[in-house]
């Protein structure tokens, strides 16, 4: 009696974990955000992530301006269609500047 409880224990667990994997499921981007100009501003783009996320901001190793220069907002969310503002202050060097976004989302990673 208590082998066939704990087969269907496991059978049950199975069953849970097997519906609720969603693995195959990436980061889609819905609108890539705008190239800046030198003066700085602002531009947006919109992805659905399949789970909770968090984004952050990286340079070029070889660069040496730093991250200071751009914002993202908000930063993080819940598994559901999100739009992020991406502010830039004014380039005031000669030297151009880019950044990538990194959206983490569970196990998936997508660089923008």
Known sequence: MKLHSFFASIGASVLLVAGCSDLGQDI???????????????????FTP??????????????????GWLTVSPTSGDAKQHT???SATPNENP?????????????KFQTV
């Open 50 to 67: 399949p789970f909770a996320w968090s984004v952050s901001i990286r340079t070029d190793e070889n660069s040496d301006n730093g991250t």
């Open 84 to 86: 992020i503002t991406i």
């Open 28 to 46: 889609s981007i819905d609108s890539e955000p705008e190239i800046l100009p030198a003066s700085g501003g602002e531009t947006s783009m919109t």
């Open 95 to 107: 030297e151009s500047r880019s950044a990538f976004i990194d959206i983490s989302s569970g196990d």
